[in-house]
């Protein structure tokens, strides 16, 4: 492609407004998150901290969490990289025509082991959102956080939040205490499907399960490259535990956890429920098609193929529909509209991928 061809696509990306399925807000101060919390939680987090899933105490589950940022999205008068609105406004939402921005606002609420305060902190997560993000900037959409394992704390929050119109999805968060398929989690998803919105699943660093059926790894690469397997489980549970089959209008979606995956994927399941389909009589469809009808994955990460052409096959078998553009935005690994694919597609592909599907699924306008 000429100089003069990538020129034209920018300015034609630059007209389109795309909707951006992962930002992640920051703080911009420690303990900033106190201000939304009731006392005794300030005291008990001051005089017991936080217990969570993992061995890794004291430390990061991703050092680049830390200081794995774009070097250039630290805002200019201080504070961690998405910590400030203006910056935001400026480096992101301008500067690539982002029509709406759905935050994922990751903290430690879903995956802690006192669920009280578990409850305490999602609450919180939602009450800083609506405060720092959501009323001041309305292109900016919430997710709301949950305490997930304690189902009624759960279901309390979202019908609280639900109406708020500024919350497009609830948050759940893969390695949970039980497979997320299991009926614990039922009232969750009956409600989600109840009140048309989606559960955006993202993939996170922390939860009360290894990333590996072994056990927890030896190196932070191969935690981060557990995401997928994560994604995966997540799905196959929900599959062959019958959720879709009991609510056919839930939507699932997959966030920063790949998709490259998916093609191999549902065609293992689809030939494993050939063959032993009289185990699961109450999964009356194939895997697939219950995929095309639930589920949708955001973009961050691309794998790419080593011949990049070959990622139309790819994205043949998945469905361009399936997909839903993110950058991740201020995460190290931040994707650009213009370069994300560097694989050629329709306009209707390109549109789909980088605003219509997302603004269908979320029912954005």
């Not at 009450?127 to 704390?153: N, V």
């Not at 995929?291 to 998945?318: A, C, F, G």
Request: net charge negative; charged share 25%; proline share 6%.
């Amino acid at each position: 492609m000429s100089v003069t061809e990538l020129e034209k696509t920018a300015e034609s990306d630059a007209r389109l407004g795309i909707v951006d399925c992962d930002i992640h807000p920051a703080m911009t101060q420690k303990g900033e998150l106190a201000a939304f919390m009731p006392l005794r939680w300030r005291e008990h987090v001051r005089d017991w901290g936080m217990r969570s899933g993992g061995p890794m105490v004291g430390a990061l589950q991703f050092p680049r969490m830390g200081h794995g940022m774009r070097q250039d999205s630290y805002p200019p008068d201080g504070g961690a990289p998405a910590s400030n609105l203006d910056f935001m406004k400026i480096q992101l939402l301008d500067e690539l025509n982002i029509e709406f921005g759905l935050l994922h606002a990751l903290n430690a609420g879903p995956s802690l082991h006192n669920l009280d305060l578990g409850a305490a902190v999602c609450a919180a997560m939602n009450d800083w959102q609506i405060d720092k993000w959501l009323s001041k900037e309305p292109r900016l959409k919430g997710g709301i956080s949950i305490a997930q394992e304690d189902t009624q704390a759960s279901l309390k929050e979202i019908e609280e939040r639900a109406k708020d119109p500024r919350f497009v999805q609830i948050g759940f968060v893969p390695r949970s205490m039980e497979p997320a398929g299991r009926r614990r989690y039922w009232p969750i998803y009956e409600m989600a499907e109840a009140l048309d919105l989606p559960i955006g699943v993202h993939s996170a660093a922390s939860g009360f399960r290894a990333n590996s059926g072994a056990g927890w790894a030896s190196f932070y690469v191969e935690e981060h490259y557990g995401f997928a397997h994560t994604a995966q489980t997540m799905l196959t549970s929900m599959i062959f535990e019958g959720v879709f089959e009991r609510f056919p209008k839930l939507k699932l979606v997959l966030v920063e956890g790949g998709f490259a995956w998916l093609a191999p994927l549902m065609w293992r399941m689809d030939r494993e429920w050939e063959r032993m389909r009289s185990e699961v009589p109450h999964v009356t469809r194939k895997p697939s098609e219950y995929i095309k009808s639930n589920v949708w994955l955001t973009t961050q990460p691309v794998e790419e193929p080593p011949n990049v052409k070959h990622m139309t096959h790819l994205l043949d078998w998945i469905g361009w529909e399936k997909l839903m553009f993110s950058t991740d935005y201020p995460h190290w690994d931040f994707d650009h509209p213009d370069r994300a694919f560097r694989v050629g597609m329709s306009e209707e592909a390109k549109r789909g991928i980088l605003r219509d599907n997302a603004v269908g699924v979320y029912g954005l306008n």
